[in-house]
């Protein structure tokens, strides 16, 4: 007989983006529980990611009359996976499950004084499939003070915004150097942060708001916290879960959970190990993920028979890693990089292989597959003048001033032509100048006949929206020209245990391990290989988080 330290009706491994949803749940069915994260912090990767969800049919979209429902969400979701063959994660059961769940999810936080709304414009990544939606269907928090937390403000995990912007303002911000609008825009946010500070406030975006907010209702739900500790293997009492031993402060601890234990505690992105055989030719230093997100609790899982899937994937996000990225707590992106007005991406042949804008995923897992027949880990992304005095490059403002430790570490490359700039990188000149003037033959057709870069409304949403005639197809014809290495980042991994529709942990052969359920980047996602959308992990994370908590709880539909 396990004998336990302390005993809770539910236990939540981790804080992510699950986990506090879980935990108001409980205790709206008045239920004990605990969330026990090991490292010093609450929040998880969510809290320093942009914190959207991708809720398909949420309130908001009716709220403001824009079309969607369950079948369309599911015919978006089945023209992007299709039958899922080999991915677990993603059968049409749980599909069907997310689309009906995702939206009551949101109503249960709205309706727990969460406040939330609906980013207006943020299209589907596929919006061209057959029920995508161009408006979106992204889910985002509210600014948070985190004041308003009190003793637990500095227990929050920061987010990488610094200043009080929501996150879909920063895309507008971009346009800085040449829209009046953005000018504005701006100013508004400096006065917003300004005022903020002066009257005692500490706003905060994307997902520390999120994060922060559900923090803020767990707390006043009573859900109970355990940080600093580190769990190291899920007690059994005969073929059920029914507890975790770990290390707290220092000493082992033990904690019975009556009802089941709830594994989010991320995936294996900050294990070197792992990665090496899941998803070789990716880097420990390139990832957004926490320190924390090291993968023993999908190896614990594994240890009770749990079935895994979907292992090889990662929710990629490009990065450029200029001098110092490795110490950057949000690596410098490059989602919008090549996907601006004069700017393409090549491979160490200096030829051009996927379109550069779309799905960060997809554009990640297209440079994996272009590495396994032509070396493409780095890619080198092509500007040209243009690009440099009128949009941002990594965290560096518009311009053509660049910090001096660029050049001289070998990190942004520059020539008077593209033969010379082509030499620099080890590239036949003849090769990149037949591909720049391929490309610029396009841009002056307004129409990307090789991989229809601008085709959906997402491509163009991520270019600049103030280039005419498209947002995202301008020349490279200026001198000097640019280069950077461009790699496969990432906010996270994206695979990991089976779970069924209620979110409990299936064997190999798909019989339950009673009293243990997962979900977020623990699991195999129920997107299967592919990002719907902007907010496509945290979704399902917190859909699962709720779903999860109702069934161990006895909650009916």
Known sequence: MNEFDETFDFIVVGSGAASMCAGLVMREAGRSVLIVEKTALIGGTTAKSGGVMWIPNNPFMKRDGIPDSPEQAMQYLESLIGDAAGQPGATRERRRAYVEQAPKMVEFLVRGGVKLNRAKYWPDYYDDLPGGSEAGRCVVAELFDVNELGTWRDKLRPGFLNFAARLEETFTLRSVKHSWSARFLALRVGLRTAISRLTGKRLVSSGAALQGRMLQAALKAGVQFSLDTAVHELVMTGDAVTGVA???????????????????????????????????????????????????????????????????????????????????????????????PHAILVDQSGVRYQNEGGSYMAYCRGMLERHKTVPAVPSWAILDTQYLRNYMLGY?????????????????????????????????????????????????????????????AYDRWLGDPHHKPSPTLGAIAEAPFYAVPMVPGDVGTYGGVVTDVAGRVLREDGSVITGLYAAGVSTAGVMGRFYAGAGASVGPAMTWGYISARHAAGVNS
């Open 396 to 456: 560096s403002m518009p311009g053509v001033n660049k910090p001096a430790s660029w050049t001289e570490q070998g990190y942004l490359r520059k020539a008077d032509t593209i033969e010379a700039l082509a030499a620099q990188l080890g590239i036949d000149p003849a090769t990149l100048k037949a591909t720049v003037e391929r490309f610029n033959g396009f841009v002056a057709a307004n129409n990307d006949e090789d991989f229809h870069r601008g085709a959906r």
């Open 246 to 340: 770990a290390t707290k402060g220092g000493k082992p601890w033990r904690a019975g959970a009556r009802l089941g234990v709830l594994v989010n505690a991320g995936g294996f992105a900050r294990n070197q190990a792992m990665r090496d055989q899941y998803q070789p030719g990716t880097r420990v230093e390139w990832s957004n993920a926490t320190e924390g997100d090291t993968g023993e609790m999908i190896l614990e899982m594994q240890r009770l028979g749990a079935a895994t899937a979907q292992m090889e994937e990662f929710v990629g996000f490009q990065t450029t890693m200029s001098p110092g990225a490795e110490e950057a707590y949000v690596k410098p992106p490059g989602q919008s990089l090549t996907a601006a």
